[in-house]
Every structure is written in C-alpha cells, then in structure tokens.
C-alpha cells in the first residue's frame, strides 16, 4: 500500500478558492482520486488522474475543480475554485495500482486520513 498524506484543506467563503495535495509515499501507484464525504453522506468521487494523464471529474465539479500531478514528485493536487457551500466535505485522497479504475471507493486500495473543507455562505 502507499502512505497517503493530504493537506491544504480549511474554511473558505463561498466563491473562494483552495488548493488541495496529497504526498504519496511512492510511485507504486497508477491512478489518484479525491473523494469527499459530507456529514450523513456516503462518500463521493470527485476526480481522479490516471498515468499522469487522463483526467475524470464528477458533474458537480466540472470546470470549477482541477486535478494535476506534479512531475518528478509524487504529489497530486486538486485545486478548487468558485467553492460552495455544497462542497464542505472532509476529502480524501485514495491510490490504485490499477490503470482504470471507476468511481467507486471500493476501487482504490490506499486512503489518506482526510482533510476538513468548509465553505460558509
């Protein structure tokens, strides 16, 4: 398994923006994802990033979310902009060694202790 570490999280005002990461302990791992799991809600997928490469994004983050894998590092980040008070979630970074997995949480072996976001109205 790879040891998963996320950061950046907090409070934001609604519009506003953040910058998530997640330091993964090695490169044993194909594909990256943020799920996110709101009080009383399963968790979600968010995004996630295969080979470096290809990108997937919930509906309810298209255009407002972006994931991107640092090069030469083993850090990924989800940057977060135009936030609502909808997406306060405590998020999770979880790894896979498989090439394409799907959005179920089940799907990824290896999870980050999560990270609180809160975005007031």
């Known amino acids: 398994q790879v040891h998963l570490v996320e950061s950046g999280g907090g409070l934001v005002q609604a519009g506003g923006s953040l910058r998530l990461s997640c330091a993964a302990s090695t490169r044993a791992f194909h594909s990256l994802a943020w799920f996110r799991q709101a009080p009383g809600a399963e968790r979600e997928f968010v995004a996630n990033?295969?080979?470096?490469?290809?990108?997937l994004y919930a509906d309810s983050v298209l255009g407002r979310f972006t994931i991107s894998k640092d090069n030469g590092d083993n850090t990924v980040n989800l940057q977060m902009n135009s936030l609502k008070p909808e997406d306060t979630a405590v998020y999770y970074c979880a790894a896979t060694p498989s090439t394409f997995p799907d959005k179920r949480p089940g799907s990824y072996e290896s999870w980050g202790q999560g990270i609180q976001v809160t975005v007031s109205s």
């Open positions: 990033i295969m080979g470096g490469l290809m990108k």
